[in-house]
């Protein structure tokens, strides 16, 4: 082993075992960040593995059979932390089932977690012609690949959810979760690469670098602010559209049953409250809250703007938003433009530029220069 590897292996372990000790220890933080503690212990336990190797029939040997198949639970520690981390729910008995892979694993070479020896031959053979050595790595290796799918149907399917039912919807979020999901696609693209196609030690080494740097930056990002991901209207309104879901009346009225004069009622009558009462001002407005003012059901609110009035909540709510900001600059207003954008009820300087340029097709500043 290189010095440069040897370097690596080190830091990376240090960095684990403290990021593990911050963010589980740490009172501030939050589930999800615990999860993420238990993640960068696991990280940093395997990056240890190639140190105790090295040092040959070692007293740390015994560990090798324990710590080589621990990166079997990396992809279901990794949903499991955006998942709690997006809804801030905590883990349920059914997600004892995320424990498969590596249980999987264990079970079919029990026969070196308690032996020195034979875990150190295991560790140090280049091939193997065994079956249940076949079936681990197809194991190990296969659950990346399901939980990468996994990983990008849950974090569509949020993203969609917060688009339509949220008006404070912050595409920052996930851009974030986007790019932690390819960061753990290209690292293990990079290690089935290694493993199966071209051994060069140098692929091992950048997939091993890659996954420090991504992992313990998160790590470091979600300790300073615990609620880096937490969407917490998400949670609501996943948990309001569930229950609604059990009544078959409202499952006929999600199928699109409105006739057209209702809707056309419907839409009057939220058009006007929400103008009247500038409802569009508070930046945690939902689609729930808003069926609940007005007085009609979340179905029937849903249908009305996405069938008759040809837009998602999210946008029917920044068009006032867009609207009021507008006629500030119109007026030659003064004040600052992230204080009008959090007036008119946006939670973020981001989500505000994003949604001005989209309706308007033109920067704020640019816009405020033209009027």
Not at 276 to 284: D, F, G, T, V
Not at 309 to 330: H, P, S
């Amino acid at each position: 082993m290189s010095q440069t590897q040897t370097l690596i292996l080190a830091i990376g372990a240090f960095q684990g075992f403290l990021l593990f000790t911050l963010l589980v220890s740490d009172k501030r933080v939050n589930y999800a960040s615990k999860l993420l503690g238990i993640l960068c212990l696991f990280i940093a336990t395997t990056f240890v593995l190639p140190l105790i190797v090295a040092a040959g029939d070692s007293q740390f040997a015994w560990l090798i059979g324990f710590l080589v198949f621990l990166p079997a639970s990396y992809g279901a520690l990794t949903y499991l932390y955006c998942r709690t981390a997006i809804t801030g729910t905590a883990l349920k008995p059914i997600d004892l089932l995320h424990i498969l892979p590596l249980a999987i694993c264990y079970l079919l070479n029990y026969d070196i977690l308690f032996s020195a020896e034979k875990a150190l031959s295991f560790v140090r053979m280049p091939e193997t012609s065994l079956f249940k050595h076949t079936l681990t790595k197809v194991v190990f290796y296969g659950q990346t690949v399901i939980y990468a799918a996994l990983l990008i149907r849950m974090v569509s399917r949020y993203q969609a959810k917060a688009k339509q039912t949220l008006s404070s919807y912050n595409p920052d979020i996930f851009r974030w979760l986007w790019s932690l999901i390819t960061f753990m696609v290209v690292i293990w693209s990079l290690k089935v690469l290694f493993y199966f196609i071209n051994p060069a030690p140098m692929l091992n080494l950048v997939a091993d670098g890659l996954l420090v740097i991504m992992v313990y930056f998160v790590a470091i990002v979600q300790w300073r602010k615990p609620d880096l991901f937490h969407i917490q209207q998400l949670s609501t309104q996943l948990t309001t559209q569930q229950e609604q879901a059990r009544s078959p009346s409202e499952q006929q009225s999600s199928g699109g049953l409105l006739d057209q004069e209702t809707r056309s009622s419907i839409l009057q009558l939220v058009q006007g409250q929400v103008k009247e009462q500038a409802l569009y001002r508070n930046s945690e407005l939902t689609l729930a809250t808003l069926a609940e003012t007005v007085g009609v059901s979340v179905h029937q609110l849903s249908e009305t703007l996405n069938q008759y009035g040809g837009k998602n909540f999210n946008q029917f709510i920044n068009e006032y938003r867009v609207t009021e900001v507008c006629q500030q600059l119109d007026r030659n207003c003064g004040r600052k433009l992230i204080d009008l954008a959090l007036d008119a009820g946006f939670s973020s300087k981001s989500s505000f530029n994003a949604t001005f340029k989209k309706l308007t097709g033109q920067t704020p500043s640019q816009y405020r220069g033209q009027h």
